[in-house]
Nanobody, 117 residues
Framework: QVQLVESGGGLVQPGGSLRLSCVAS????????MDWYRQAPGKQREFVAR???????NVAGSVKGRFTISRDNAKNTVYLQMSSLRPEDTAVYYC???????????WGQGTQVTVSS
């Protein structure tokens, strides 16, 4: 079955950086749009960033200029480079794979990011 496995989360001080990774297996990774979402305690899951199969990207306004999404199709991996982290970035971060016009919609188990001094 399809698997998405996130890694790279952890505890970081405000202003610090982290790079999250999401490795996909058992899908033709290159044809999927890959999203990152996050969910903070007591809040709804929110969109963070997207990269489509052609490499076009989009990021939420709250992280623009601080977070960058990229992908390596040869490694079936999508990345989220996070810099200038703030306490409000604390959340569980999830990756999501989907295709327009298709019912495929896969999620990873999440990785915790905590920004605190």
């Amino acid at each position: 079955q399809v698997q998405l496995v996130e890694s790279g989360g952890g505890l970081v001080q405000p202003g610090g950086s982290l790079r999250l990774s999401c490795v996909a297996s058992r899908i033709i990774f290159s044809i999927y749009t890959m999203d990152w979402y996050r969910q903070a305690p007591g809040k709804q899951r929110e969109f963070v960033a997207r990269i489509d199969s052609g490499g076009s990207t989009n990021v939420a306004g709250s992280v623009k200029g601080r977070f960058t999404i990229s992908r390596d199709n040869a490694k079936n991996t999508v990345y989220l480079q996070m810099s200038s982290l703030r306490p409000e970035d604390t959340a569980v971060y999830y990756c999501n794979a989907w295709r327009l016009g298709n019912t495929d919609d896969y999620w990873g188990q999440g990785t915790q990011v905590t920004v605190s001094s």
